[in-house]
């Protein structure tokens, strides 16, 4: 069961994968007040990203839900059932045990499958099946047809945290000004979930008292590297050339692409940047096999 208010994010959607139900009751409050029921395939056009409510989904679609009393023989209850209107129904009884009024209580639910099985006194397998028997509770071996998701999850969110606006920029500014990010390379939502990642955007402080440390310094002169930097918030001194030419940059300035090229490569005339001025913020994404080696400080 889930919960109507429960948002469809990466972590939601893989739990209901996950579980190998094609139909699953959403209840509002209580887990006994059933109000909806989410079929599986509804989730075809719902993207993580847009962390939309469950209840969105389940109105739009207004699957009607079925309710069944616990007295119902299999044979009228088959009957229901092929009459189209579904394939899943909730049990429930009218308890009027103790001081007030009667209520409807819900006990379970029943599905098609669960009618026939008991008709023909066997049980049915499928890939979806957590149990070989419903009675006596015998589980499938648990690795079988087991799917995991967990690669695919963000298991920690990202320390800094900047605007939507500003994301919206990154994206449009990587996607037409930097030929490697362009949608001929990479796609919009790929460019997107890279820039999500809880390892890209980096924070950077200056210290004063400590001008020459390591940690300022994005590039350095003869260091090899395999990342791609690009500056939101804040300045970078470059020093480059063997003149050691000096100069600043700000936000949106970039440096790194021969980094995510397939080869390693090697800038005789490259430049290195190191923070100043408080903090900056930079996006970096890794190449992987490549490397830039810069000849400056």
């Known amino acids: 069961m889930i919960h109507t208010d429960a948002v469809l ?17 959403v209840y509002d409050t209580e887990r006994s007040n059933i109000v909806d029921i989410l079929y599986v395939k509804d989730l075809a056009f719902v993207d993580p990203d847009d962390c939309t409510t469950l209840k969105t989904v389940t ?7 079925h309710f069944v009393f616990h007295d119902t023989k299999l044979d009228a209850m088959l009957e229901e059932f092929k009459k189209g209107k579904s394939h899943l129904a909730i049990v429930q009884k009218v308890n009027n045990e103790g001081e007030g009024d009667p209520f409807y209580e819900v006990l379970g639910l029943v599905t098609l499958e669960d009618v026939i099985e008991e008709i023909i006194k066997s049980e049915i397998l ?11 509770r015998k589980k499938v071996d648990p690795d079988k047809n087991k799917r995991d998701f967990s690669a695919f999850k963000h298991e920690r969110e990202s320390k800094v945290k900047i605007s939507p606006q500003l994301m919206l920029a990154v994206h ?11 949608p001929l ?3 919009d939502k790929v460019l997107l ?6 390892d890209v955007i980096q924070e950077i402080k200056f210290n004063e008292n400590d001008k020459r440390s390591q940690q300022h310094y994005l590039y350095q002169r003869g260091k090899p590297v395999d990342f791609f930097v690009l500056i939101l918030q804040g300045r970078v001194e470059v020093e480059a050339g063997n003149e050691n030419m000096k100069f600043e940059t700000g936000p949106f300035s970039y440096y790194g692409v021969m980094a995510l090229t397939s080869s390693v490569l090697y ?24 490397s830039l080696c810069t000849d400056a400080v």
């Open 9 to 25: 994010d990466f972590n939601t959607m893989s739990e209901i994968m996950e579980s190998g139900y094609t139909r699953i009751p």
């Open 59 to 65: 109105k739009f679609y207004n699957h009607p839900v």
């Open 126 to 136: 499928d890939e979806s099946d957590l149990y070989t028997d419903n009675r006596n």
């Open 172 to 182: 449009r500014f990587l996607a037409t000004e930097v030929s490697l990010f362009s």
């Open 185 to 187: 390379q990479i796609s």
């Open 193 to 198: 979930r890279i820039l999500k990642h809880p």
């Open 267 to 290: 800038n005789n005339t490259g430049a290195a940047g190191r923070a100043l001025n408080g903090t900056h913020l930079t996006a970096g994404t890794s190449a992987g096999r490549a």
